[in-house]
């Protein structure tokens, strides 16, 4: 590493011209990288809804429904010609209405009161609209237009155009809220007014790399898109943090600027990379979901983790060396005072805390698995801050809910679509059915029905029901409701019928990712135990360690339950993985300085000194992601995100709480173990038998003229300056 950062100080200024550069050309790049905002579009091909929304676009021009558009105020003929004007608007392919479920030339008395409340209540007309999802933006455009803002429209193709503009403002909101909130705390906690510029220019520029990169997917996920640069800033922000701290400690030893980044770099190497491992094999277990947001979330952030790892690696050294003297006439005392009698309120408080802590966390792990979710993205846009949000609910509220579901079945047989046509309006919940055999009826020829209406209803192979249905997903039953309509198509038609929908689409989701839970789970655990193994060359540290920060985990997704919260449950996927990946760090940074203490000091003593020297850094870290975290669940319109935020903000804060108050319990109390499980442990006053006498471990106590034990001049020094006030 000595000849590398010498090489790279050496043409500190190519290498800082280099990055730049790439930061400007990726900056333009991205943005030109598309955003997706379809819940649906992320399902595996294998779904069925998938393979059935395949079937109806080679078979119909028309799509499943997906708008929904409330006029006031209007008469029968009036509705009549909205719905004319709605179909001539650009990126309209139907629109559907009362007309086209009962004869709204007999009088309405004569027709099923249900169905035509659907679509006619009270003097206020709802239109089922199918807009071509290639032209959406258009189409959305132009039916506004048409109803003006006194009216309402909601539906998928709504959300999807609106979010985009949406979530662009909400990121920009979010970005100017979290920069300069993060760079405060830096300036917090340095000993330089400088550092933090240099801190927030180094992962900048990794996050403008890893937006700009995201070229190479072509299309990026909503939640890649809006939570990335905010996780990227908050979870890197330690890298940069360990390796000028490790800078700074080595010219107060005296070393030369450019000897003491050599040495630092050297130094902090492995404790940068192997908290980078752990945090990208963390998102890199998203890459195994079979919901495809994660494998889009997985990859884009690895990408952005490495990233970060190179800018701080390469990019900080020169940049810094390149601006020491700056960081030194900005030198300042602490601002924070020590935490020498915090630590010895810890050491106080640490049997209670340890004991109600393994009260909680199993009445935690039950209260997580009994959680109730939204699997899908039909509650993701109903903020009222939004016109959407405000559409979506007076429409809710007027005309309650409603669904539609494409049901497809062979064609031939006008008796049994007859027949299945009156068994599905014989369900309770399903409001209208648009279909030939309800909508024409079995006496008239297809001869001799408009060519618009008989497209919309028969195709080459399949005749065509469009069902709407008055349930929604907020509805204990909802996934019954949907089995039970599936089941009549497969009572007369078998494995033959197409069935597609927001609610079926759903219920795929919900299928695929409660798959994925224990899967992604698994794998995140399985990465992190082996670095950690790797790293402390220890088969007990690791397990202690993923403990920890999954009992915070637990605790953090328990509370839901008991504030009676309903979780989306791509965030709940999401935030277990993302929290032990971005968290554990702590834990690391806390289990290295505590056995280097440990090798001159009794185990209580080796604690103590741990937190007095650990404290800052780790409640650094943890207030960066709470605040991003929490400003990300505070600021953003998109459910999801705000929900993620919220769980990544507490997470931190739960992560922090367990490894400072809870984690040197465990190290105390499992010392005995940690000693006899850990490679070349020299912990003080084991003496010949930790030396590699009989029966010892093989490792050389630190008190000892033993190889295993002895230290150098520079590392006993900087030991003693942490020792002797430094940390304080």
């Known amino acids: 590493m000595e000849r590398y950062t010498q090489f790279l100080l050496k043409h500190r200024i190519q290498v800082i011209v ?121 189409a959305v455009a132009a039916v506004r237009e048409i109803i003006g803002d006194e009216n309402c429209m909601s539906g998928s193709v709504v959300e999807s155009v609106i979010a985009a503009s949406d979530t662009a403002k909400d990121v920009q909101k979010i970005m100017l809220l979290v920069v300069p909130i993060i760079f405060l705390i830096l300036l917090i906690t340095t000993n330089s007014w400088f550092e933090p510029v240099l801190f927030m220019i180094t992962i900048g520029v990794a996050i403008l790399i890893n937006m700009g990169t995201n070229m190479i997917f072509g299309t990026i996920s909503f939640v890649t898109n809006a939570a990335g640069p905010v996780l990227q800033l908050a979870v890197s922000m330690d890298y940069s943090i360990f390796l000028l701290h490790r800078f700074e400690e080595n010219r107060n030893l005296g070393l030369k600027a450019e000897e003491a980044m050599c040495a630092a770099v050297k130094q902090s190497v492995g404790s940068i990379l192997s908290s980078g491992l752990t945090t990208v094999t963390g998102f890199l277990a998203l890459v195994f979901m079979s919901f495809q947001i994660g494998p889009d979330l997985g990859w884009a952030m690895s990408k952005a983790i490495v990233f970060s790892l190179i800018s701080v690696l390469c990019f900080l050294p020169a ?60 509650e993701v846009y109903t903020s009222e801050a939004t016109q959407l949000g405000r559409d979506t609910k007076a429409i809710r509220e007027l005309y309650g809910t409603s669904n539609p579901v494409v049901l497809m079945v062979p064609r031939g047989s006008l008796e049994k679509e007859a027949a299945m046509n009156a068994e599905l309006l014989e369900l309770d919940y399903v409001t209208s059915v648009i279909s030939y055999a309800n909508s024409v009826g079995n006496s008239i020829p297809s001869d001799f029905v408009p060519s618009d209406t008989l497209s919309s209803l028969y195709s080459a192979n399949y005749s065509r029901f469009i069902l709407t249905l008055d349930t929604e997903e907020r509805e204990a039953d909802w996934d019954q409701k949907v089995n039970a309509i599936r089941n009549i198509g497969e009572k007369y038609y078998g494995n033959e019928i197409q069935y597609a929908g927001d609610l079926v689409s759903t219920e795929d989701l919900k299928t695929t990712i409660t ?107 943890s207030l960066v992601l709470t605040l991003a975290g929490t400003i990300l669940g505070q600021v953003s319109t998109n459910g999801v995100l705000s929900q993620l935020g919220t769980l990544i903000g507490r997470g931190a804060v739960l992560s922090f709480v367990l490894v400072i108050f809870v984690l040197p319990s465990l190290l105390i109390l499992l010392d005995g173990l940690i000693r006899r499980t850990t490679l070349n442990a020299g912990f003080h006053g084991t003496g010949k038998r930790a030396a590699g006498g009989k029966g010892g471990s093989g490792a050389g106590s630190a008190g000892t003229d033993t190889p295993g034990g002895r230290k150098s001049e520079g590392e006993k020094a900087e030991e003693r300056n942490v020792l002797t006030g430094g940390a304080d």
């Not at 509705?79 to 009962?102: H, P």
């Not at 185990?603 to 409640?619: E, F, M, V």
Request: proline share 4%.
């Open 18 to 138: 280099l990055f730049v550069a790439a930061a400007a050309v990726c900056a333009v790049l991205s943005g030109l990288v598309g955003v997706n905002y379809k819940f649906a579009d992320y399902l595996p091909e294998k779904a069925a809804s998938t393979r059935a929304i395949d079937v109806m676009e080679e078979e119909y021009s028309q799509a499943v429904p997906n708008m929904r558009v409330l006029i006031y105020d209007v008469s029968i003929p009036e509705a009549l010609e909205y719905k004319e004007r709605l179909k001539a608007a650009e990126g309209v392919q139907e629109v559907n209405w009362l007309d086209d479920a009962v004869n709204i030339y007999e009088p309405l008395e004569m027709a099923p009161q249900k169905t035509v409340d659907e679509w006619y209540k009270d003097g206020n007309a709802l239109f089922s609209v199918t807009v071509d999802e290639e032209k959406e933006d258009e």
């Open 319 to 378: 940049l810094a060396i390149t601006t020491y003297r700056l960081i030194d006439r900005t030198r300042h005392r602490p601002l924070v005072p020590g935490f020498g009698g915090f630590a010895g309120l810890v050491m106080k408080v640490r049997i209670p805390l340890l004991i109600l802590t393994l009260l909680v966390v199993p009445v935690s792990w039950l209260a997580q698995n009994q959680n109730s979710f939204y699997y899908g993205g039909s």
């Open 515 to 621: 798959q994925d839970n224990l899967k992604v789970n698994l794998l995140a655990i399985g990465f992190v135990v082996c670095i950690l193994l790797v790293n402390f060359k220890s088969i007990s540290l690791p397990l202690i360690l993923t403990l920890v920060i999954e009992a915070s985990i637990w605790i953090n997704l328990g509370l839901p339950y008991f504030s009676g919260n309903r979780l989306f449950y791509i965030g709940y996927l999401i935030i277990s993985t993302v929290q032990l990946g971005a968290t554990i760090d702590y834990a690391i940074l806390f289990t290295d300085r505590y056995l280097e203490f440990r090798k001159e000091m009794p185990k209580k003593d080796a604690a103590r000194q741990t937190l007095k020297a650990c404290t800052l850094s780790i409640l650094t870290s």
